[in-house]
């Protein structure tokens, strides 16, 4: 049977992964008695340290890991930690919430959820490569979201999970 490494952190490091494990464990409680939009806010406004994207990353990781936890390994949660704790600085982070357009063998469709900073993804899916990915939300830390619409499917999308996606999302915000 195969391990986790041991949780233990010590030094300047350690508030931060508190902090981590504390969102990780409160954050969807939190989500399921606040819109989306609102709860994003929150987010965005929050104090936040000198972490950088793979820092936050390795964290996450090893937190995600824990039994009880894993369920909350997906990609809309990575991504929430990431545009939580990640410090963008002056510039603009945002979480973005996509669908994959259907392909004719596929009986599912497919969410994704992505982080960007100033335009670039850091960690889009690959299907956004291949032109077959359309945003439905986006929220910035600096501007705010994009459209209510979208953000109720968005909210929807993080809550399920990996779950299929049963309702239709809304037409791609303009």
């Known amino acids: 049977m195969k391990t986790s490494p041991p949780l233990k952190m010590s030094g ?72 939580r704790f990640m410090n963008p600085g002056n510039r603009d982070l945002c979480l973005h919430f996509g669908v994959d357009e259907a392909t004719a063998s596929e ?30 939300y986006r929220f910035s830390k600096l501007t705010g979201g994009s459209s209510t619409s979208g953000a109720t499917f968005a909210a929807a999308m993080l809550q399920r999970g990996d779950a299929p996606l049963a309702i239709a999302p809304p037409p791609p915000a303009s």
Request: charge should be positive.
């Open 107 to 136: 009986t599912r469709q497919h969410g994704h959820a992505w982080v960007s900073l100033d335009g670039a993804a850091w960690n889009a899916p690959g299907s956004m490569a291949e032109g077959r990915l359309k945003e439905i």
């Open 12 to 83: 300047s490091g350690l508030p931060l992964w508190l902090a981590v494990g504390h969102f990780i464990l409160r954050a969807p409680a939190r989500l399921a008695r606040t819109e989306l939009p609102e709860f994003l806010a929150r987010v965005a406004a929050q104090p936040r340290g000198d972490a950088d994207f793979m820092r936050v990353s390795r964290i996450y990781r090893r937190w995600l890991r824990l039994p009880g936890l894993r369920s909350r390994n997906t990609c809309y949660f990575r991504s929430l930690l990431q545009f």
